[in-house]
């Protein structure tokens, strides 16, 4: 059912310090940073041939990554990204698989809908489904 990998998201504890890893000692292509303030994160797009790495930094009270940040001080791989055909086929797939989903299916970071996957049942990482 899953297809590509779209995206790897990785919190970091300094955005520029975290742009300046990828940019300078990894050599990516990095975008500006991105306001979400209805995801409460900033975002910078790191573009791969293949993929993307997000990252992300907490923007905001509430932000659903500051808790992550407060576990893992100096930031860490927070969600994998896996495109979907149908999002809502996908969301009752995983019903039917006894899944958990965490809420309801949304619209991402990207303008897409997307519905994210409880850890406890993908091998311990939090999943995105993201309608391609
Ligand atoms: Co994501």
Same mark, same amino acid.
Do not use: W
């Given at each position: ?12 504890? %300094? ?8 940019? %300078? ?12 303030? *209805? ?5 910078? #797009? ?8 997000e990252l992300l930094h907490p923007l905001g009270e509430g932000s659903p990554?500051?808790?992550?940040? *407060? ?13 979907? *055909? ?10 039917? *698989? ?17 519905? #994210?996957?409880?850890?406890? %049942? #993908? ?10």
């Amino acid at each position: 059912m899953i297809g590509k990998l779209n995206h790897v998201a990785i919190v970091v504890p %300094d955005l520029e310090a975290g742009t300046a890893v990828y940019r %300078d000692t990894l050599g990516a292509k990095v975008s500006e940073p991105v306001e979400l303030p *209805e995801h409460g994160v900033t975002t910078v #797009f790191v573009e791969l041939p293949n993929t993307k790495i997000e990252l992300l930094h907490p923007l905001g009270e509430g932000s659903p990554i500051a808790k992550f940040l *407060e576990k893992n001080a100096s930031g860490g791989i927070h969600h994998v990204c896996y495109e979907v *055909e149908d999002i809502e086929a996908a969301a009752a797939k995983m019903k039917e *698989e006894g899944a958990r989903a965490l809420g309801d299916i949304k619209i991402g970071a990207h303008n897409k809908p997307v519905l #994210f996957l409880h850890p406890k %049942d #993908f091998c311990g990482t939090l999943v995105e489904l993201e309608q391609a």
